[in-house]
Every structure is written in C-alpha cells, then in structure tokens.
T-cell receptor, first 114, second 112 residues
Framework: DTAVSQTPKYLVTQMGNDKSIKCEQN?????MYWYKQDSKKFLKIMFS???????INETVPNRFSPKSPDKAHLNLHINSLELGDSAVYFC?????????????FGPGTRLTVT | SQKIEQNSEALNIQEGKTATLTCNYT??????LQWYRQDPGRGPVFLLLIRENEKEKRKERLKVTFDTTLKQSLFHITASQPADSATYLC???????????FGSGTRLLVRP
C-alpha cells in the first residue's frame, strides 16, 4: 500500500545511454513532481504536472523529458546520460497544485552514470 | 532570486532537550513555509506548514515559528528522542508559484 512508488531504486548506467524512471501514486492526487537531489543534498524541482498538464518546467536540459500518461503516473526519461546527471531523483505528489499543499515523496532513485 | 539558508553543521543534543533548527531566507517573504524530515536513503516526509500570517504552529512535540521581520523560521522539537535524529529541510513557497524551494537541510543528532 505504498503511497508514492518509484522504480528502479538504483540505476547504474554508462554515459550516453538513455534511461527511464517510473513513478506511481495511489493517493488520488492531482499533482506530481520530479525533484533532483545532488551530492550537497539540495532538493531542486525539475517538473510538475497537474491533471496531466505540465505546470512547472525548470531550467533543465532538454535531454530530460517527463511524461504523464494519467494522473497517477509521472515518468522521467533521460537521453544521452552525462556524468553530471548522477544524483538521487525523487518523485512526489500533492492533492492540489498550489504551494500550500504538503507533498508526499517517493523513496528515490539513485542514478549513477559512469 | 530567493535563497534559503539552513545551518549546514549538524546539531548534536542530549536526549530530552529541545532541539531548535533555523531557516533563514532572503528577499521577499514567502506565503508558506514547510518543514520536512529526511532519513538517510529515503524521501522527505512532510511535518508542518505555516502561513505568512501565522506566528506559530504546533503538532505534538513539534513547533514552528515564522518571523517575517527577521526573515526566519525556527523549528523546535521538545523532549527530543534518538528517533528524532534525521535531516530536517525547510521549504518556501511564494503565493503565485506552484513550486517549493528547499534548503539544504540541517542534520540533527540526538544522543541517548
């Protein structure tokens, strides 16, 4: 009965490869997010979808492409992986799109690019 | 742009004492301020939210204050326990924005 789940938990790949991370939430929330947490522990927003519509698109290389097939899923596809993409990626969801809503985070996906 | 500062040094306290963590921000005051807890290898967990027109918010042993004059929020854990050991993140949200801006967190260690 996990609220926000991500797969895989660990991802080790070589530079230049393309990979995807999947996220699902069973909370019935309308809004989902992708965050990147780097080695200094800063958690930075990358994307957000509300009812399958993109509402936040931060300054992220266009090698990163989110896809929301429905309100319960938000996947992240990364093309041509680079060393600097190594980080922990967190998916999150919230009941609404406003910043007054608490966010529920998944367990994270640790991506290591070699 | 908005910046958030949390003490990067770990806070080390004795069990039973009150832990106080600080979150300072620059520029304009946020509409909302949230606090999260993060354990190693896990995602952040929401703890408390306080609005700009609220001075204080409590939940069990937790208390958050919001001082827009000092541009600061304080997070208190009373009667701290070793299980409270974790990294605590503050996050700001502007009224017109959908996004949260997170600080880098402060690690709390509670000694038994």
């Amino acid at each position: 009965d996990t609220a926000v789940s991500q797969t895989p938990k660990y991802l080790v790949t070589q530079m230049g490869n393309d990979k995807s991370i999947k996220c699902e939430q069973n909370l019935g929330h309308d809004t989902m997010y992708w965050y990147k947490q780097d080695s200094k522990k800063f958690l930075k927003i990358m994307f957000s979808y509300n009812n399958k519509e993109l509402i936040i698109n931060e300054t992220v290389p266009n090698r990163f492409s989110p896809k929301s097939p429905d309100k319960a899923h938000l996947n992240l596809h990364i093309n041509s992986l680079e060393l600097g993409d190594s980080a922990v990626y967190f998916c999150a969801s919230s009941h609404g799109a406003g910043s007054s809503y608490e966010q529920y985070f998944g367990p994270g996906t640790r991506l290591t690019v070699t | 742009s908005q910046k958030i500062e949390q003490n990067s040094e770990a806070l080390n306290i004795q069990e039973g004492k009150t832990a106080t963590l600080t979150c300072n921000y620059t520029n304009y005051s946020p509409a909302y301020l949230q606090w999260y807890r993060q354990d190693p290898g896990r995602g952040p967990v929401f703890l408390l939210l306080i609005r700009e027109n609220e001075k204080e918010k409590r939940k069990e042993r937790l208390k958050v204050t919001f001082d827009t004059t000092l541009k600061q929020s304080l997070f208190h854990i009373t009667a701290s326990q070793p299980a409270d050991s974790a990294t605590y993140l503050c996050a700001l949200a502007m009224d017109s924005s959908y996004k949260l801006i997170f600080g880098s967190g402060t690690r709390l260690l509670v000694r038994p």
